[in-house]
């Protein structure tokens, strides 16, 4: 699970837990190892998505969601179809729980 979330409010420094959500991927890691079917989801809440090329010929899953807190009630929905094989994050493990808890509890 990679979490990218907006700079504007910290001017471009790391932003904050509560900070909104540009987009949530979610991978299996399946397409590295063979170890199943491929699961790969792109979560954004931000713009569009008009073309995605990913390596191994994966086919995301991607998803529009409208707030927040919408990317966040989506991840809740793929992880727990996923575990409970999910197990690591791809940035900080800490600040990606943070900004999940935060925009889950609706604190801003």
């Given at each position: 699970?990679?979490?990218?979330?907006?700079?504007?409010?910290?001017?471009?420094?790391?932003?904050?837990?509560?900070?909104d959500i540009i987009s949530i991927c979610i991978s299996n890691e399946s397409c590295f190892d063979n170890s199943g079917p491929d699961v790969c989801c792109c979560i954004h809440a931000f713009g569009?998505?008009?073309?995605?090329?990913?390596?191994?010929?994966?086919?995301?899953?991607?998803?529009?969601?409208?707030?927040?807190?919408?990317?966040?009630?989506?991840?809740?929905?793929?992880?727990?179809?996923?575990?409970?094989?999910?197990?690591?994050?791809?940035?900080?493990?800490?600040?990606?729980?943070?900004?999940?808890?935060?925009?889950?509890?609706?604190?801003?």
């Amino acid at each position: 699970m990679d979490i990218e979330a907006t700079t504007y409010e910290k001017k471009g420094m790391f932003p904050l837990p509560h900070a909104d959500i540009i987009s949530i991927c979610i991978s299996n890691e399946s397409c590295f190892d063979n170890s199943g079917p491929d699961v790969c989801c792109c979560i954004h809440a931000f713009g569009s998505v008009s073309n995605m090329k990913l390596e191994n010929k994966r086919k995301p899953i991607v998803i529009k969601a409208m707030t927040s807190l919408g990317a966040c009630i989506q991840t809740y929905n793929i992880l727990e179809l996923l575990s409970p094989h999910f197990v690591d994050t791809n940035n900080g493990f800490c600040f990606d729980l943070k900004k999940i808890a935060a925009h889950s509890s609706g604190s801003k």
